[in-house]
């Protein structure tokens, strides 16, 4: 089996903490890296200045790596990007588009470039242009996401890449890291099931949302304006998702849902804000230190990779598979 990320990124474990606008800042970032993950500030739509102090800020709480991504659908990209190579990040990944331009930039600024991308196409064009891996984001994921699953993205791409793949979406616990790890990715990413860390700032009523989710309760929103973000059902779902029906202009829809996130995780305001959210919200029942989830995650998947060999009658049958009197 090829190696996982961790040597490329310098960390532990192989995971990337997902990249959460509003929410990812110094405090969470540097809990992750303390546990041996790879902690990420998200840029979201804040200006270069406001990055680079939490870039600063999280240096004084960590030595080890972290990372920054870059939302590229922000008005302040281009001078994020520039911040960014002159603050001589570890790493960056990017949401939301296409890194390409700023590619040769940061590779210069000796900074590993990890794209979050959601199809095989924009895989491949990266690969050849000089990421370092991607992320393969099934649309289990929360906020802005695409239209594959996780399952069938991550083999697509990686037959399709030679280089490492992280998986993302989906995935809270340690059955979902080995079932990523059997699908080719060499790492993962996680952001919802970071979203209940202690040292995750986001309002209390947002981390409470999370924590009573059941399977069914996300839905995307904005599938009419061709970018679609999975939120927790609320009022404000119920209510756009009608005007969505009802053929609301795209920019009538950006002036409803303008603020809506700032609201739910500054202001807890859950039933008009955004509370983003992957899928598998319901599987993610407790609050705990970031480094905690970090060691429960990696040891639940060493235990099922160590008992691998029961799958598909390789081992001792599973209820009457794979074995039959002859
Ligand atoms: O970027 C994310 N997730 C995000 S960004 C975000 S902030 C936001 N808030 C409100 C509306 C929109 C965004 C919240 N969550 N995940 C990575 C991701 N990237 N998912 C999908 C993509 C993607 C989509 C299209 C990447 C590239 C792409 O291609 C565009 C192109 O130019 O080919």
């Not at 990249?19 to 998200?42: F, T």
């Not at 196409?121 to 802005?144: K, N, P």
């Not at 639940?300 to 598979?321: Q, T």
């Amino acid at each position: 089996m090829k190696e996982d990320i961790s040597g490329l990124l310098g960390v532990r474990y192989p995971v990337i903490q997902g990249a959460m606008a509003w929410i990812a800042d110094s405090n969470l970032a540097s809990a992750v890296s303390n546990g041996g993950g790879l902690g990420i500030i998200a840029a979201g739509n804040a200006d270069a200045a406001f990055v680079r102090e939490e870039i600063r800020k999280t240096r004084t709480l960590t030595d080890r790596p972290f990372g920054v991504n870059v939302m590229l659908m922000s008005p302040h990209t281009e001078a994020v990007m520039e911040m960014l190579c002159q603050e001589k990040v570890a790493v960056v990944t990017t949401g939301a588009g296409n890194p390409g331009k700023y590619m040769a930039a940061l590779k210069a600024a000796g900074i590993k470039v990890i794209p979050v991308i959601a199809s095989v196409a924009l895989a491949v064009r990266l690969a050849r242009g000089g990421a370092d891996a991607i992320v393969a984001e099934g649309t289990e994921a929360g906020g802005h996401v695409g239209e594959i699953t996780t399952m069938a993205l991550v083999p697509q791409v990686a037959d399709a890449v030679d280089i490492p793949v992280v998986a993302a979406g989906g995935i809270a616990d340690g059955r979902g890291i080995a079932a990523a790890f059997m699908l080719g990715a060499r790492g993962v990413q996680i952001g919802t099931r970071f979203l209940v860390a202690e040292e995750c700032t986001v309002s209390r009523p947002y981390k409470e949302m999370i924590l009573k989710a059941k399977d069914t309760d996300t839905v995307a929103t904005g599938r009419s304006t061709g970018h679609p973000v999975r939120v927790l059902k609320n009022k404000m779902t119920r209510e756009i998702l009608s005007l969505e029906a009802k053929d609301i202009s795209p920019e009538d829809f950006e002036l409803r849902m303008a603020g809506t996130l700032r609201a739910a995780v500054k202001d807890g305001d859950v039933a008009y804000g955004s509370v983003m959210s992957g899928q598998i919200a319901g599987l993610v029942r407790k609050e705990q230190k970031a480094a905690e989830i970090i060691e429960e995650l990696f040891r639940e998947a060493g235990e099922i990779y160590e008992s691998r060999a029961v799958i598909c009658g390789a081992g001792r049958p599973v209820s009457g598979h794979g074995e039959r009197a002859l």
